[in-house]
C-alpha cells in the first residue's frame, strides 16, 4: 500500500471508532475484541516500521483512545 491508501486506512479507523459512548464503540462488540484491537495495532505496527512519519501520529492518537476504551471496556 502506499501511503495515500495507508493514509485513507487510518482516517476510516478513527471514523470508525471514535465514538463518545463507550458501550456502544463497534470494536468493542465484535465477536472477539481482543484479535480485533490487535488487528489494528498491527496495521499501526507496521506503518511505524516503515518509517512514514505522517502517519505515526495518527496512529500513536489511534492505540490511545483504544487502549482507553478497552480498559474501560474490562473495568465495568
Same mark, same amino acid.
Given at each position: @500500500? $502506499? ?7 487510518? $482516517?476510516?479507523? @478513527?471514523? /470508525?471508532?471514535?465514538?463518545? $459512548? ?8 465484535? &465477536? #472477539?475484541? /481482543?484479535? %480485533?484491537?490487535?488487528?489494528i495495532?498491527?496495521?499501526? &505496527? *507496521?506503518?511505524? #516500521?516503515? *518509517? /512514514? %512519519?505522517?502517519? /505515526?501520529?495518527?496512529?500513536? @492518537?489511534? #492505540?490511545? %483512545? !483504544? %487502549?482507553?476504551?478497552?480498559e474501560?471496556? !474490562?473495568?465495568?
Amino acid at each position: @500500500m $502506499d501511503v495515500a491508501q495507508l493514509n485513507r486506512l487510518i $482516517d476510516i479507523l @478513527m471514523e /470508525i471508532l471514535h465514538t463518545k $459512548d463507550i458501550k456502544r464503540h463497534p470494536a468493542l462488540h465484535q &465477536f #472477539n475484541t /481482543i484479535k %480485533y484491537a490487535l488487528l489494528i495495532y498491527r496495521i499501526c &505496527f *507496521k506503518i511505524e #516500521n516503515k *518509517k /512514514i %512519519y505522517s502517519l /505515526i501520529t495518527k496512529c500513536s @492518537m489511534l #492505540n490511545s %483512545y !483504544l %487502549y482507553e476504551c478497552l480498559e474501560k471496556f !474490562l473495568k465495568s
